[in-house]
């Protein structure tokens, strides 16, 4: 069992970061995939960027490169999350997932693969 927790998220005018937080604890296993989700009102839950638990690549869904950097404080069994550029656009609920298994290609991608979710945090951009 997993329990993973978000903090990091507020309220940011256009152009401002933010940066994310997602503490696991329980057991974690060097299989795990770890993904980042954000989920605007009305709209499903949409893919950000995906690594393993223990670290190496990262990949991201396109429209987010560059903008959005994750990364893994090892010591601290914390994923992160950094946005920055803020656009209205971001305004959503941003959640870290984990999947037992790991994952490959669109896997990655799809909400219904992962095992274990936090409980989001909210980031509001305002123009």
């Known amino acids: 069992q997993v329990t993973l927790i978000e903090s990091g998220g507020g309220s940011v005018q256009a152009g401002g970061s933010l940066s994310l937080s997602c503490k696991a604890s329980?057991?974690?296993?060097?299989?795990?995939?770890m993904g980042w989700f954000r989920q605007a009102p009305g709209k499903e839950r949409e893919f950000l960027s995906v690594?393993?638990?223990?670290?190496?690549?990262?990949f991201y869904v396109d429209f987010e490169k560059g903008r959005f950097i994750m990364s893994r404080n090892a010591a601290k069994d914390t994923l992160s999350l950094q946005l920055s550029s803020l656009k209205p656009e971001d305004t959503a609920v941003y959640y870290c997932?984990?999947?037992?298994?790991?994952?490959?290609?669109?896997?990655?991608?799809?909400?219904?693969?992962?095992?274990?979710w936090g409980q989001g945090t909210a980031v509001t951009v305002s123009s």
């Open positions: 329980g057991r974690t296993y060097s299989s795990y995939a």
């Open positions: 690594m393993s638990w223990t670290g190496g690549s990262t």
């Open positions: 997932a984990a999947m037992v298994l790991g994952c490959s290609g669109s896997k990655c991608h799809d909400p219904k693969e992962y095992d274990y």
